[in-house]
Structure formats: structure tokens, C-alpha cells
């Protein structure tokens, strides 16, 4: 069983990789979503105003409906499958909401702050009633090679290790979606390195599927970007990269396969902590992308930019992402 589900989901992330790739730009240009950039971003940037965005409603589709398939002719549903499925169908929504209030709105913001995490504190909340339905779930302790039964997990651990879990990998994936290609290839090495470590069977041939249906859209989201992936597409991804994690028992190595997510969270919060005890930034801009991407401020910051082209920037941070990636493999290898 655990095999046919693998040898499905490789079947179906072949299929969905050029239906991403060809749909997710048709899409966003068929609804007339334009990106909008906010005023105080990269000057640089300003030049993607307009681009077509909400292009990760396709991949985000290709994944629930791949799912389907998945269930219908492989190893069927099970508790974490769906746990997975609703955790993905949670950050999208409230991505989507997000979307549509800016669109609406003509405004780069949608909800403010306290109002997106809010909804998404909400939604972990409603993950957090299916979890009794994970049975005899273990989760992977990184490198030891133990396991830790959910159920040993008194309910005051447990709630807000999902809550937060989720609030934190939905916002990581989102602060990461700022430059071409950059959310959507470090959230595809991320799938994979959670596939890597013990996720067999159904949910395993659920995260190829995801790694195919990313790495179609990275074909249009890659620098010039064609599409852009909306608030929509980056937290979609985050709730499907978090269900993956936790459902698969290796949420413990999320941090770890997701380190770029967390490196850029960081750097939001050390910049406004620095700017509200100091009155100087920390960073030229953040997130972190922003920082080593090339352009000028006029503002002072401790740190000093290496003022990268937007490519190089990408890629070498991919090259992180991959490494973190192989660093959440080896921190699960002696749990397998």
C-alpha cells in the first residue's frame, strides 16, 4: 500500500507540474487579479505592479483534486490525509479573503495585522478538532531516533503546538512570497523534505503531488515572474506544508526543512524590535530577501546589504532552502 501510494502520487505530480505551469498564469489573467506593491517596498519592485497574482488558486487545486484521485485509486483517505486537506483549504481561505479585500480595496493590504492572525489563530483552532481523529500518530523526535506519541501529550501541549504550528508556517511561507520564484521553490524542497522522512503511503503520494504541482507553478513564478502566487496561493502552501508536517508525525522537524520560512520570519521580528528599542533598523528592509536584494534606502540600518540582483538573491536562497531541507532529512533518518 505504502508503495501504490507513492507510485500514484509520482504518477499524478508528472500530470499536475505542466497543468500548473500552463493554468496557474491563464487563471489569474482570466480573473483580473493585478498585483499591487506596496509603497513601501523595494522602489525596484515597483515594476510589477499589475502582474497577474492568485495564480496559486491552481496548484492549490491540482493538490485537493489530485487528492481525490489519490483516495479513489490508491490507499484511500485517512484521518491524516484529511488533516492535510483542511489545513491546506484554511490558509487558503484565509489567503483568498485576504485576496479578494485588497483587490477590492485597490490596495496592496488587505487585513491588517491583528486581523490576519486572528483568522489564522482561528483556523488552527478548527485543526485542532480533527487531531483526536490521528489515532496513534508519533511524532519523530529530530536526531534522536525516537518517537513521541501524540497521546502522551497532555491537551495543554498539543493545542497550541498546532495553533502556533500553523499561525507560524502560514505566516513564514506568506513574508517569504516577495521575490520571483523564491516562496514557491523553497516551499517545494521544504514538501520534499518532509516526503523524505517517513511520509509513505497516502501522504506521501500527497506530497509528491504538491512537489509537482509547486514546481509547475515555479516554472511561471521564476524570474520575470509571469504569475504571482497571492496571499491565496503562500498560505494555502503554508497550511498544506503544516498538515503535511503534523500529520505525518515529523512536525518536529518542520523548523528544521522549513528554515528559510523561519530565518525570514525572524528577521521581521528583529526588525521591528530594533527599530522600537533603538529608532535604527536592523535590516535595509524586511523580511530578509528584501535586505540582500539590490536598491538603496534612505534610512540608516546596522547591517549592511550585499545588494544582490533579485535572481541571484533567489537562488542562493534556495540553496539554503535545500540545505535546511537535507538537514530536516537527517535530523529524521534514525526515526525511519
Known sequence: MAVEGLTLGLALALAALPLAAWGSPRFARRIRAGQRIRPEGPSEHRGKAGTPTMGGVVPLGLILAGTGLLWAFGPGPSAGGGFVLLSTALGGLIGLLDDLRSQRGGSAVGFVPHQTLLSQAFGGAVLCLLVPTLGELELVVPFSGGRLPLAALPVWAWVPL????FMGTVNGVNLADGLDGLAAGTWTLAVLGLVS???????GGIGLLAVGAGAGFLWSNAFPARVFMGNVG??????????LAFGSGTVFLLPLVGGVFVVTAL?????????KLT????LKMAPFHHHLDAGGVPWPHRIRSPNWPEPK???RLWILGAAFSLLGALAGLGSL
Open 162 to 165: 498546532v495553533v502556533v504550528g
Open 279 to 282: 529608532g535604527v533598523r536592523l
Open 197 to 203: 522522512v517517513g511520509s509513505v503511503g497516502e501522504l
Open 313 to 315: 538573491v533567489v537562488v
Open 234 to 243: 503562500s498560505m494555502g502552501c503554508g497550511g498544506f506544508l503544516f498538515g
Open 267 to 275: 528577521s521581521v521580528i528583529l526588525q521591528v524590535a530594533s527599530y
